[in-house]
């Protein structure tokens, strides 16, 4: 189910995808974070029944790491024999014709990287000591990588970029965006969601914001919002409760430009009121404040359903 969810309106992503590993090429997924990447390569390896190995790409992935090591601890008994070398997950791609998942490419060590480079170039890895390993049918590397990260990472080599097709894969539709919060999030009150959606989607246009919040706020504000609004035992709609549980979703995941000389809680408070409203009790006494309704009879609470 989650599956599908996150990949709501990628159909043009997948084909494209698809077309890429069929043509026996390698692939560079660049998008912002929360759009899906890994959760479309994912499916599309299932779809396509082959192994899938995943690598998270930080600055202490060596080389080693990616391809495999001699158990240190038989080497002094059996020597460097076949049987003691435990695969890492290239080696374990290419054995199998899978693929190799890079996630965060621009954060690899450029010494790791032209491992990858000699492989999408010959298609085999020679280890030390250990020899040729060629490439099964089937084996491709799909890396992703964040555009605008730009702390922590390293410049990727005109050598990989001219080895690898590019995706490019930006935020959905605010359609696509609530209804892959439909099937993330608690049930809520009709076009609550669609507010939701509406206010993280602000986030990553707003002047004083470096970064926005991805799908993934959305789904979070869904999820705080309906058990702040059990723990008070107020309506999921109350507007206090709505405030408290954006700040809490999306106070981490926005970051403010340093000039503007704001909070993330003052610019999430903004955007909350640009699209909630103010305040009932600041603006119109008589407007709903969750816990009755217009005629003073008691607001039914949503039933809650798993997320």
């Keep these: 189910m989650a599956d599908t969810v996150a990949t709501v309106g990628r159909d043009r992503e997948t084909e494209l995808l698809q077309a890429a590993l069929d043509g026996g090429t390698h692939v560079v997924l660049e998008g912002p974070p929360g759009t899906g990447k890994s959760t479309l ?5 299932h779809s396509r029944s082959i192994g899938f190995h995943f690598v998270e790409g930080n600055a202490e992935l060596t080389p080693a790491r990616l391809v495999g090591h001699f158990d240190p601890a038989r080497v002094l008994a059996d020597g460097y024999v076949e049987e003691i070398f435990v695969d890492g997950p290239l080696v374990s791609a290419l054995r199998e ?8 490419l621009n954060r690899v060590p450029e010494e790791t990287l032209n491992v990858l480079i000699t492989v999408m ?5 020679h ?11 089937g084996f491709r590397m799909v890396a992703a990588m964040n555009p605008y990260d730009a702390v922590g990472t390293a410049r990727i080599s005109a050598a990989l970029h001219d080895r690898t097709c590019r995706i490019a894969m930006g935020y959905q539709s605010a359609a696509d965006e609530t209804q892959i919060v439909a099937g993330r999030a608690p049930v809520t009150p009709d076009g609550w969601r669609e507010k939701a959606v509406d206010l993280v989607r602000r986030t990553r246009e707003h002047k004083d914001l470096r970064t926005g919040s991805s799908v993934r706020g959305a789904i979070d504000l869904a999820r705080v919002t309906v058990s702040l609004a059990a723990a008070r035992d107020r309506a999921v709609d109350d507007w206090r409760v709505g405030l408290d549980a954006a700040t809490v979703a999306l106070s981490g ?4 430009i340093e000039s503007a000389r704001r909070t993330p809680e003052e610019v999430i408070r903004e955007l909350y009121e640009a699209v909630f409203g103010r305040e009932p009790s600041e603006s119109d006494p008589s407007e709903n404040s969750g816990d009755d309704d217009a005629s003073g009879g008691a607001r039914a609470r949503p039933a809650r359903a798993a997320g």
């Design 41 to 45: 390569l994912r499916g599309v390896a």
């Design 97 to 104: 014709g899978g693929l190799l998942y890079i996630e965060e």
């Design 121 to 125: 170039s010959e298609g085999e890895l």
């Design 127 to 137: 280890v030390p000591r250990l020899g040729r390993i060629a490439a099964e049918p």
């Design 253 to 256: 995941r926005i970051k403010v």
